[in-house]
């Protein structure tokens, strides 16, 4: 059976087409150094490939998680250790103050200035951002004030004294008055004020009554409370590998709070000094330890997350590093190998070409 001249010049055009077309696929693949362009170059290759791109893409949001969970513990280490140095520093100020008779005031002035640092760490920044807020971070976990208000005293003998709660009072502010609010009594005729120790003297004559509760108001030439404006709370977590996650911060109360509160430690001692009472003072060494404690604590958890965000973020890197590698042995090219097969083609291609010219040149009388 003869094949029509037609159907042999179509045959000859479709196998020279495919030539083409796979010298282009080569030519391409040596280019881009991919192996596949399109799932129908290698459908089990690149349904492979995508899943181990999928892999690849959640390993670098994991490394991208672990940089911000790292900018935070980094940004949370300076103030930590601060708070430990700043603590560490006010016991031995109180060390030294319990035995010296006449400095008392001077170690209290030292201490307030303590008491100022802490309360500047726990306003501790990273950006725009308060680290020790909590999800509230746009807002200082602390303010300290000057107002005292509702400070209580019971009175004595005429003559006496009574010690209010803080020393270093501001002239002219103090305000006494009963328990129901309705009397107020008066400084130079009820009561005298040393302002420097916070001492109130019950004079001769006062309406104050011997053994009845009273309060008073006043204000503090130094901070006299440091207190939230908020609730702070709120842990900041971080996914760095599956389904684990790290805490990257910590909330001001876990620091500042945790047992003791180093504020109230703070003024505490600044008042019980700048009033000379020594026994006072020694009764709080054992509080100053156990901040100390607490604020130790809190930088060996610190310590840890930083050490498993380090191991975490080398075993990352080196999974990301295997990914890659193994996403290249499914999608690239052997470039050596793809020119032989090139060069095959083209000589495969050249040789059609001669055939199918010495094919075109057949007439029909050749055929009968």
């Known amino acids: 059976m003869r094949v029509p001249t037609i159907q042999t010049h179509r045959n ?39 899943a181990l791109r999928q892999r690849l893409e959640d390993t670098l949001q994991f490394r991208r998680n672990i940089d911000n969970a790292t900018l935070w513990t980094g940004a949370a280490d300076l103030p930590l250790n601060g708070v430990v140095e700043t603590l560490t520093r006010m016991k031995e100020l109180v060390l030294d103050a319990v035995d010296d008779l006449e400095g008392h005031a001077v170690y209290g002035d030292q201490i307030d200035g303590l008491l100022d640092e802490l309360v500047s760490i726990s306003q501790s920044k990273l950006g725009e951002r308060y680290l020790f807020s909590g999800f509230q971070s746009d807002q200082a976990p602390y303010v300290a004030a000057k107002q005292v208000v509702g400070d209580t ?54 309406s104050l009554a011997n ?31 599956g389904d684990r996650t790290l805490t990257v911060n910590f909330t001001a109360p876990e620091v500042f709070e945790n047992g003791v509160n180093m504020f109230q430690l703070g003024i505490g001692l600044k008042n019980a000094l700048w009033k000379g009472d020594v026994d006072g003072v020694r009764a709080l060494l054992d509080s100053i330890d156990q901040a100390l404690v607490q604020a130790t604590q809190v930088t060996g958890i610190l310590g840890a997350r930083m050490q498993a965000l380090q191991t975490q973020e080398s075993a990352l890197a080196s999974d990301e590093i295997m990914l890659r590698q193994f996403i290249s042995d499914v999608e690239d090219v052997d470039i050596a190998e793809a020119a032989i097969r090139l060069q095959a083609e083209q000589s495969a291609y050249e040789y059609a070409l001669a055939a199918a010219a010495r094919l075109m040149q057949i007439s029909i009388v050749d055929r009968l």
Do not use: W
């Open 12 to 50: 000859i055009v479709q196998f020279l087409t495919r030539a083409q077309m796979n010298i282009h696929d080569i030519q391409r693949q040596i280019a881009t150094g991919k192996r596949i362009h399109k799932p129908s170059d290698d459908p089990a290759g690149t349904v492979e490939a995508r």
């Open 153 to 206: 005293f019971v009175a004595t003998a005429p003559g006496t004294n009574v010690s209010l709660t803080h020393a270093r009072l501001v002239a002219g502010t103090v305000v006494v008055r009963d328990a129901a609010g309705t009397t107020t009594f008066v400084e130079g005729v009820d009561y005298d004020i040393d302002s420097t120790t916070g001492t109130l003297t019950i004079l001769a004559g006062s």
């Open 211 to 241: 053994g009845v509760s009273y309060e008073v108001d006043y204000e503090t030439e130094t901070t006299s409370s440091v207190t939230s404006p908020v609730a702070i709370q709120g842990d900041i977590v971080r996914h760095i590998d």
